[in-house]
């Protein structure tokens, strides 16, 4: 693995030697060579691919065994999500689309059964909360149109008793 990691250490960063890699990347000399011998760390190769602008910290994770390439990929899949606008996400489904290569989540029609009826409180309008004592006909008076007025079944004694919980 010495070998194998000095020569790859070269290699990635252009350099002549471990010496110019640790001294442009703030180490000395002999930790990286100790380092080198008994298994580098992640937070050194960190260090050094910060040293180097043509360099990823991720990439030399995975060179050097620390992470696989699906573990990379799933990290940085996830970041670029999570600082992706709205319009970028919805962006990227239509371009999938268009490009035949959107997921059957994407594709697949909706099962209605899947979905309850459509009620923006998730309950049914028995348990929405009231704001207070409902004057009814103050409201009428104020030109309110009252659903009630237009439904049968409903009295008005009910609607005037509505309090708070």
């Known amino acids: 693995m010495e070998t194998d990691a000095t020569d790859l250490l070269i290699e990635i960063t252009g350099e002549r030697s471990v010496r110019a890699i640790a001294l442009k990347a703030g180490f000395d000399p002999s ?25 990823e910290p991720v990439d030399l994770l995975v ?5 696989t390439e699906a573990e990379a990929l799933a990290a940085g899949a996830g970041v670029a999500l999570a600082a992706a606008t709205d319009e970028q996400l919805a962006q990227e489904i239509l371009d999938r689309a268009r490009r035949g ?17 459509p009620n923006v409180s998730g309950g049914s309008d028995d348990d929405l909360p009231h704001v207070g004592k409902v004057d009814v006909d103050a409201l009428r008076r104020s030109g309110v149109a009252l659903a009630a007025d237009e439904r049968d079944g409903i009295e008005e004694e009910q609607e005037q008793s509505q309090e708070l919980p």
């Open 31 to 55: 930790t990286i060579t100790r380092q080198i011998k008994a298994g580098i760390k992640a937070e050194t190769l960190i260090g050094i691919a910060r040293a180097y602008d043509n360099l």
């Open 63 to 67: 060179r050097f065994g620390f992470l």
């Open 101 to 117: 290569i959107a997921t059957e989540a994407l594709t697949d029609p909706l099962n209605p059964a899947d979905y309850p009826e």
